[in-house]
């Protein structure tokens, strides 16, 4: 196996990982009921009608992050998504490196499976000479 296949499953791997965070451990507790859940979501100034929609929002980023043609849209959102927890936690009192940390290792994840992420953000070209392959 070659070294940019490898590249390309540890971006997969860290992609199903960062997926199956948002969706299970993350969202589902948007879905779910348990005791702490008003108050939680009242502290951090939100209501959990809202919160259902934000949990929608983010399951559906998710799956969006996995597949292929959508990714680096996805990535996209999901970065906006976790500035809006990152602003939240911070509003609240809260620690918020997790979804820092979260959005990094996603756009690194989409790079090791799509290398032309990695090359449109570190390229030292201009962007005419990029849509001219330069």
């Known amino acids: 196996m070659n070294g940019s296949k490898k590249l390309r499953i540890t971006g997969w791997v860290l992609s199903l990982l960062i997926s199956l965070f948002l969706i299970f451990a993350s969202a589902s507790g948007k879905f779910t009921e348990w005791e702490g859940k008003s108050e939680m979501f009242a502290k951090m100034g939100w209501s959990e009608e809202v919160m259902v929609k934000i949990g929608i929002v983010e399951v559906a980023i998710a799956v969006l992050f996995l597949i292929p043609r959508t990714a680096f ?43 032309d992420v ?17």
Do not use: C, K, M, N
């Open 73 to 115: 849209v996805a990535a996209i959102l999901l970065a906006a998504y976790l500035g809006g927890a990152t602003a939240t936690h911070v509003r609240a009192g809260e620690a918020f490196l997790i979804p820092i940390i979260i959005g990094v290792v996603a756009w690194i994840a989409l790079g090791l499976r799509q290398p």
């Open 118 to 134: 990695f090359r449109l953000a570190f390229s030292s070209s201009t962007s005419s000479e990029i849509d001219e392959g330069r």
